[in-house]
């Protein structure tokens, strides 16, 4: 009698497959980058300027920047720009990239100075021993003097505060005979840049007053004659107008 047939058992083996466990890992690995990520940018915001601290404030706090007035561009920058009392330094910041584009900083850098003060924010262009934004005893200005001016015209023309610009002169006699004075120097420098502003950039109406100090608000009293004393200063007023006010005796020529 025939044994009966033995049962064919087949065996089949399920290969695991690691990668078809699910994706968790990845969720927990990016989690992780992130967490770097935001560590590192804290510890890069803690050695910023706090200039550039408040900038980040201010993009976290308003980032469509539907609050602030864009930039012009006209330095290749681009910015949003702060106009109230608290953003003054995000002006200076954002001027200071558009100047950097300029093909001749290297050489201005060291005569263009820019500080928050009571009044606003303000600009003075510095001459040099032989004249760099005017040319030597005259009110025209120089090739760096109208790009400056150009340039600072267009990156203020599109915020809605006032401007501001005075003329200063260093504390050497103009001429002997008086007819023409540091007094009308400082006034005609100051008008020929208002002149050159209004035309670039400058809204209608945006300059307030244009003032000629003379040698009255020396920059250097320890040297009265030094070049650095003869400067167009462009003041960028607050929004909200509240300033600490002129000083008196200045010559306004309108």
Do not use: C
Request: hydrophobic share 40%; net charge neutral; no cysteine.
């Amino acid at each position: 009698m025939p044994e009966p047939a033995q049962p064919v058992i087949l065996i089949k083996k399920v290969k695991a497959h690691g990668g078809h466990h699910g994706g968790a890992w990845k969720v927990a690995y990016a989690d992780f980058v992130t967490a770097m990520m935001a560590f590192f940018l804290v510890m890069w915001l803690m050695n910023t300027s706090k200039e550039v601290r408040e900038a980040v404030a201010g993009y976290f706090s308003d980032p469509s920047g539907q609050g602030e007035k864009k930039g012009s561009g006209a330095g290749g920058v681009g910015d949003t720009l702060a106009v109230s009392r608290d953003g003054m330094s995000r002006l200076r910041n954002h001027i200071d990239q558009a100047m950097r584009q300029m093909p001749e900083f290297r050489q201005l850098r060291e005569q263009v100075s820019m500080t928050v003060t009571g009044e606003g924010l303000r600009i003075e262009l510095m001459e040099t021993e032989h004249g760099l934004f005017f040319d030597s005893g005259s009110a025209s200005p120089s090739g760096n003097g109208e790009e400056m001016l150009v340039l600072l015209a267009k990156e203020l023309g599109v915020i809605p505060n006032e401007i501001l610009i005075e003329g200063h002169t260093d504390s050497k006699p103009f001429s002997s005979n008086g007819a023409y004075s540091n007094w009308e120097l400082s006034s005609d420098r100051a008008n020929s840049a208002r002149r050159l502003m209004e035309a670039n950039g400058l809204r209608a109406g945006q300059v307030m007053q244009v003032r000629g100090y003379a040698d009255r608000r020396l920059r250097n009293k320890d040297d009265p004659q030094a070049p650095s004393n003869r400067r167009i200063s462009v003041i960028v007023r607050y929004q909200d107008g509240a300033t600490s006010g002129a000083a008196p005796g200045a010559a306004a020529a309108h």
